[in-house]
Nanobody, 115 residues
Framework: QVHLRQSGGGLVQPGGSLRLSCTGS????????VAWYRQGPTNQRELVAS???????NYADAVKGRFTISIDYAWNRVSLQMNNLEPEDTAVYYC?????????WGQGTQVTVSS
């Protein structure tokens, strides 16, 4: 059984930083890949950053240079370091992985960027 547990997030002023983490059980991120998505006021869920099998990393254009995805292999934990946050980054953030033809999601974490 795959389970993803998220932590982090919260309220921050524009220009601030936050770090999200997602710990996986029943899966291995380096084998199956893992990604961060977000769902904002438009209710569209968009890809933010991904770590694919083989190690390729990709970012959405809107976060390039500000967000960094990383993996702690020992704990099977993926993190998203978010710097220079903007109000447009306000959203619920989800980690996600795939296994056995299914997608699995974390519980979601609210990130609010506001002065």
């Amino acid at each position: 059984q795959v389970h993803l547990r998220q932590s982090g997030g919260g309220l921050v002023q524009p220009g601030g930083s936050l770090r999200l983490s997602c710990t996986g059980s029943g899966t291995t991120f380096t084998t199956n890949g893992v990604a961060w998505y977000r769902q904002g006021p438009t209710n569209q869920r968009e890809l933010v950053a991904s770590f694919a099998r083989g190690g390729a990393i990709n970012y959405a254009d809107a976060v390039k240079g500000r967000f960094t995805i990383s993996i702690d292999y020992a704990w099977n934990r993926v993190s998203l370091q978010m710097n220079n946050l903007e109000p447009e980054d306000t959203a619920v953030y989800y980690c996600s992985t795939s296994w056995g033809g299914r997608n699995f999601w974390g519980q979601g974490t609210q990130v609010t960027v506001s002065s």
